[in-house]
């Protein structure tokens, strides 16, 4: 009997994921509408903590300091903190330029994301159509929730792409499982629901698809041995934990039949910034014909710039990151202990980029494409 990961809910008949014996998506509003709840996703998979973020300066030292990621996450945050930032807006002088700030606050949170921006300006170009403050907090709401249920559906969709690759992958080994390596969380907890990489595994357990994940630990935060592997565990989907240099090793054993990860930036011509150790993941895959496949809404595709090495903005994040690692102590509290010398320096850099040559295909909302200038083109204004 298949574990039941979703259920039906009654906001637009939408899914939500389970955790445990109840279903969550990783962001809510309050019942009174004056805050956001948030899983605080430091304390996974040992702890599960919901967070109110009440202010706009809650907002960005969630984004900043990592108690949501992921890029469709990220941009739903940003639009709900340009909501919150719309009723301290009320209580200021003048709204619009509160508004117009705390915008440019949120923005510089996580510069490699490009749903964080493209959240924010669609929440300000929104807004500004009202003329009357009361009815600019009102458009703020509505675009929210939009934006938020846009994000569910389009990862939904993802899902019903992307799972046809694995159904014909199945076809071809005669029913035994198959075996997909991801890096990084590019699950629901990257996204309000389903995930990218995630959703047709997602969709592939529940069709009945014999399936099993290979989750890189994915250093320095350890989003694969936290997150991935929490969702999977909870989804009921046979999943291991590898270390991130392991994957070239299953795949020149014919251990891997498909990878598939997620993206926070991709560009014009295909090229994807993801977190780092995806490059390496996709020269072991083109070296042992292993399908390399990236997941993405269209949301996260910047249109302006086509060279992804040169353009886009790597974030460097600091030194704690890499010479600390936190774990749940024999006494069943989380502690963070360090690992390296005291003294050490550290680069500690969030993306790497992966060159269009090196990737199958692009999963999105709108379909499988290749990952070149012309299939994007095609698909930009297409209707999903």
Request: charged share 25%; with cysteine.
């Given at each position: 009997?298949?574990?039941?990961?979703f259920e039906v809910v009654t906001l637009n008949?939408?899914l939500t994921m389970k955790v445990g014996d109840?279903?969550?998506?990783?962001?809510?509003?309050?019942?009174?509408?004056?805050?956001?709840?948030?899983?605080?996703?430091?304390?996974?998979?040992?702890?599960?903590?919901?967070?109110?973020?009440?202010?706009?300066?809650?907002?960005?030292?969630?984004?900043?300091?990592?108690?949501?990621?992921?890029?469709?996450?990220?941009?739903?945050?940003?639009?709900?903190?340009?909501?919150?930032?719309?009723?301290?807006?009320?209580?200021?002088?003048?709204?619009?330029?509160?508004?117009?700030?705390?915008?440019?606050?949120?923005?510089?949170?996580?510069?490699?994301?490009?749903?964080?921006?493209?959240?924010?300006?669609?929440?300000?170009?929104?807004?500004?159509?009202?003329?009357?403050?009361?009815?600019?907090?009102?458009?703020?709401?509505?675009?929210?929730?939009?934006?938020?249920?846009?994000?569910?559906?389009?990862?939904?969709?993802?899902?019903?792409?992307?799972?046809?690759?694995?159904?014909?992958?199945?076809?071809?080994?005669?029913?035994?499982?198959?075996?997909?390596?991801?890096?990084?969380?590019?699950?629901?907890?990257?996204?309000?629901?389903?995930?990218?990489?995630?959703?047709?595994?997602?969709?592939?357990?529940?069709?009945?698809?014999?399936?099993?994940?290979?989750?890189?630990?994915?250093?320095?935060?350890?989003?694969?041995?936290?997150?991935?592997?929490?969702?999977?565990?909870?989804?009921?989907?046979?999943?291991?934990?590898?270390?991130?240099?392991?994957?070239?090793?299953?795949?020149?054993?014919?251990?891997?039949?498909?990878?598939?990860?997620?993206?926070?930036r991709t560009t014009s011509t295909g090229d994807?910034?993801?977190?780092?150790?995806?490059?390496?993941?996709?020269?072991?895959?083109?070296?042992?014909?292993?399908?390399?496949?990236?997941?993405?809404?269209?949301?996260?595709?910047?249109?302006?710039?086509?060279?992804?090495?040169?353009?886009?903005?790597?974030?460097?994040?600091?030194?704690?990151?890499?010479?600390?690692?936190?774990?749940?102590?024999?006494?069943?509290?989380?502690?963070?202990?360090?690992?390296?010398?005291?003294?050490?320096?550290?680069?500690?850099?969030?993306?790497?980029?992966?060159?269009?040559?090196?990737?199958?295909?692009?999963?999105?909302?709108?379909?499988?494409?290749?990952?070149?200038?012309?299939?994007?083109?095609?698909?930009?204004?297409?209707?999903?």
């Amino acid at each position: 009997m298949l574990k039941n990961c979703f259920e039906v809910v009654t906001l637009n008949n939408l899914l939500t994921m389970k955790v445990g014996d109840k279903y969550y998506r990783t962001i809510w509003l309050t019942e009174d509408e004056k805050a956001v709840n948030i899983i605080d996703q430091r304390f996974l998979p040992h702890k599960f903590v919901i967070e109110k973020l009440r202010t706009t300066e809650d907002f960005i030292v969630a984004i900043r300091d990592m108690h949501v990621r992921g890029a469709g996450l990220i941009g739903v945050t940003a639009a709900y903190g340009m909501y919150i930032a719309s009723l301290e807006g009320m209580q200021m002088k003048d709204f619009n330029d509160y508004l117009t700030e705390a915008g440019k606050k949120i923005k510089a949170t996580r510069p490699t994301a490009v749903n964080l921006s493209w959240a924010v300006d669609k929440m300000l170009e929104e807004i500004f159509k009202e003329k009357i403050n009361e009815n600019k907090v009102k458009k703020a709401l509505n675009t929210a929730n939009e934006i938020m249920l846009e994000d569910i559906e389009i990862s939904r969709k993802i899902g019903e792409h992307g799972v046809k690759l694995i159904e014909e992958i199945s076809r071809k080994k005669s029913g035994e499982v198959v075996n997909v390596l991801t890096h990084c969380n590019a699950g629901w907890l990257a996204f309000v629901d389903y995930g990218t990489a995630t959703s047709p595994i997602y969709a592939a357990f529940e069709k009945g698809i014999k399936i099993h994940v290979w989750v890189d630990e994915t250093r320095p935060r350890n989003q694969g041995a936290s997150l991935t592997a929490w969702e999977l565990e909870n989804c009921g989907i046979p999943y291991t934990i590898i270390v991130d240099n392991a994957g070239g090793h299953l795949m020149q054993n014919g251990m891997v039949d498909i990878v598939i990860v997620g993206t926070d930036r991709t560009t014009s011509t295909g090229d994807v910034a993801n977190k780092t150790g995806t490059y390496l993941k996709a020269l072991a895959a083109k070296d042992n014909n292993v399908p390399f496949y990236v997941a993405l809404p269209t949301t996260s595709i910047d249109w302006n710039i086509s060279d992804g090495i040169r353009e886009i903005i790597i974030e460097q994040r600091g030194d704690e990151e890499v010479k600390y690692i936190s774990g749940l102590a024999e006494d069943g509290t989380i502690k963070k202990v360090l690992i390296t010398p005291a003294n050490s320096n550290t680069a500690n850099y969030g993306f790497d980029i992966t060159p269009a040559r090196l990737i199958t295909g692009l999963i999105t909302e709108k379909g499988v494409i290749q990952a070149n200038k012309e299939s994007l083109e095609k698909i930009r204004n297409q209707t999903n």
